[in-house]
């Protein structure tokens, strides 16, 4: 049987949620609002305590419902967010952090993501992340939609060593990662954490995947997103009713089999070779 455990390990050695609450698009729809902000407080209930958002996402309006949803719980969220790569320089990410920090109703964002690389020059960015991380408005900083040679070029720079995550797409129709840009991050124990983990609810029901979903009395989502679990990926799918957070959190007890892993990998096989980096 693969199991996945509850937490994993950041390079600091601190402990984090593998599975967590994504925000892309909660806080569009004013009329789904008390129900976004239920789900993300159910999840905080079921132990899916961290939270990912970013400044990009409704220009804002993401932070400022994540703010209301964990006002009187925020000793106990891992909170993520993201500068946009067009604000990330020196003084820019600065200003920025600062305004997720007012939308967010917080002192410190726990992990702070360059969202994407952008034309600025990465020592501007680190430079950035150092200041904020030296005032304790920041506690870790990463990066996201970063391929392997962005890795590399990201360490290689003075106290770029010091990036704590990579946040991918990555799913069972999107395992391009496993050809080189996963192994170099376990070889450093940088953890990948999966954004869309089910396609946004696209992935194709193979006869495979509605097989194993039976053979678990479970959903296709449940099956897709305990398979990136297993594969010791952090995921933050996203669920703006309460049900559906619920539904997510009972994929961390899908035990998947051997059997079950052969048979994803035959209807979903992995990559042959390098692929570009997928991006949504």
Request: aromatic residues 4%.
């Amino acid at each position: 049987m693969t199991t996945a455990p509850d937490t994993v390990p950041l390079p600091s050695g601190e402990r984090i949620p593998l599975l967590g609450q994504g925000t892309w698009h909660i806080g569009d729809d004013p009329r789904c609002r008390a129900d976004e902000i239920a789900a993300l407080r159910r999840g905080l209930d079921l132990g899916m305590t961290l939270v990912d958002t970013a400044e990009m996402y409704g220009s804002g309006a993401s932070e400022e419902l994540v703010a209301e949803a964990i006002a009187d719980r925020r000793d106990d969220v891992f909170l993520v967010s993201k500068v946009l790569p067009s604000h990330a320089d020196r003084s820019g990410a600065i200003a920025a952090c600062e305004g997720s920090l007012r939308r967010l109703g917080t002192d410190r964002i726990d992990l702070y993501l360059l969202h994407w690389r952008g034309r600025i020059p990465l020592e501007e960015t680190l430079e950035a992340f150092a200041e904020l991380a030296d005032s304790g408005k920041i506690r870790h900083w990463g990066v996201s939609n970063f391929d392997a040679s962005d890795m590399t070029d990201l360490v290689s720079i003075p106290g770029g060593d010091g990036v704590a995550v990579n946040q991918v797409l990555y799913n069972l129709t999107r395992r391009g990662v496993e050809h080189d840009l996963m192994p170099w991050c376990q070889r450093r124990d940088i953890p990948l954490m999966a954004y869309s983990p089910i396609e946004q609810g696209r992935l194709p029901r193979t006869a495979a995947l509605r097989e194993v979903a039976r053979a678990h009395d479970a959903t296709p989502e449940q099956v897709a997103l305990a398979w990136v679990l297993r594969q010791g990926v952090q995921a933050i799918p996203k669920a703006g009713r309460v049900g559906h957070v619920e539904q997510n959190r009972a994929a961390l007890d899908l035990e998947l089999t051997p059997e079950d892993l052969d048979a994803l990998d035959r209807a979903f096989p992995p990559p042959a070779g390098p692929v570009p980096l997928d991006i949504l």
